[in-house]
C-alpha cells in the first residue's frame, strides 16, 4: 500500500547543474501535481499534469523549470541551470480521478544549491 | 496581501489543552478547505477537508468554515504531545485543479 513516492530524497547541486526530481504517483491515481516549499514559506503550486498531458503550469517560473508525466514512468521535475534560490522542498502529491481535489503528498525531495 | 493568511506561531500548549487553529483568506471563490498536518522533515499530511460553510468533527478534531467572515478553524480537543507539528490551512476554488492555495502553517508545539 505504498504512498507516493519521490526520489531522491535529497539532492545537493552545484549553480549551474541540472536537478531531476522524480514522483511516483500512488496506486490508482492519475493526476500528479508539483508543489514547491521554501524556507519560512508555505507550499505554493508549480504545476498539475495527467499522463502525457500538462494541465496547469500556472505556478511555474517561465525558465529553467519544466514537467512531464509520461505515459510510462514516473513524473519528472526538471530544473535546468541552478541557482541558489531553487534550494527548496518540493513535493509531489496525486489524486484520483474525480476526486474533488483531495491530494495526497510524498515525503519531498529536499535540493540544496550550493 | 496574501490571500491566505496564517499565524506561524509557534504556539505552545500543556498536554490535554484545547488547540484553536486559525485562518483568514480574502477570495470569496474559495469553496473547499483542508488542514493539513505536517511533521519535521516530512510531506503533509490531510487531516479534513470540508466543502462550504459549516463544521465538521473527525476524532479530536473539528473544522469550520465561516464563509461569511473569510475565516476557518480547526480545534483540537485533549491535545497530545504527538500532535506537535505544523499546520497548514488550504483553500481551492469549484475548480477541480488540484491548485490549492495554502497559508503559511501554524507550528503547535504540545507539551507533556
Known amino acids: 500500500n505504498a504512498g507516493v513516492m519521490q526520489n531522491p530524497r535529497h539532492l545537493v547541486r552545484r549553480r549551474g547543474q541540472e536537478a531531476r526530481l522524480r514522483c511516483s504517483p500512488m496506486?490508482?491515481?492519475?493526476?500528479v501535481y508539483w508543489y514547491r516549499q521554501l524556507p519560512e514559506e508555505g507550499l505554493k503550486f508549480m504545476v498539475y499534469?495527467?499522463?502525457?498531458?500538462?494541465?496547469?503550469e500556472s505556478g511555474m517560473p517561465k525558465e529553467r523549470f519544466s514537467a512531464e508525466f509520461p505515459k510510462e514512468g514516473p513524473s519528472i521535475l526538471r530544473i535546468q541551470q541552478v541557482v541558489r534560490g531553487d534550494s527548496a522542498a518540493y513535493f509531489c502529491?496525486?489524486?484520483?480521478?474525480?476526486?474533488?481535489?483531495?491530494?495526497?503528498f510524498g515525503e519531498g525531495s529536499r535540493l540544496t544549491v550550493l | 496581501q496574501k490571500e491566505v493568511e496564517q499565524d506561524p506561531g509557534p504556539l505552545s500548549v500543556p498536554e490535554g489543552a484545547i488547540v484553536s487553529l486559525n485562518c483568514t483568506y480574502s477570495?470569496?471563490?474559495?469553496?473547499?478547505f483542508m488542514w493539513y498536518r505536517q511533521y519535521s522533515r516530512k510531506g503533509p499530511e490531510l487531516l479534513m477537508y470540508?466543502?462550504?460553510?459549516g463544521n465538521k468533527e473527525d476524532g479530536r478534531f473539528t473544522a469550520q468554515v465561516d464563509k461569511s467572515s473569510k475565516y476557518i478553524s480547526l480545534f483540537i480537543r485533549d491535545s497530545q504531545p504527538s500532535d506537535s507539528a505544523t499546520y497548514l490551512c488550504?483553500?481551492?476554488?469549484?475548480?477541480?485543479?488540484?491548485?490549492?492555495?495554502f497559508g503559511q502553517g501554524t507550528t503547535l508545539q504540545v507539551k507533556p
Open positions: 470540508t466543502y462550504s460553510s
Open positions: 499534469l495527467q499522463k502525457e498531458n500538462i494541465i496547469d
Open positions: 488550504a483553500m481551492r476554488g469549484s475548480s477541480n485543479t488540484g491548485k490549492l492555495i
Open positions: 502529491a496525486s489524486s484520483p480521478p474525480q476526486s474533488a481535489g483531495e491530494l495526497f
Open positions: 477570495n470569496s471563490a474559495f469553496q473547499y
Open positions: 496506486k490508482g491515481h492519475s493526476h
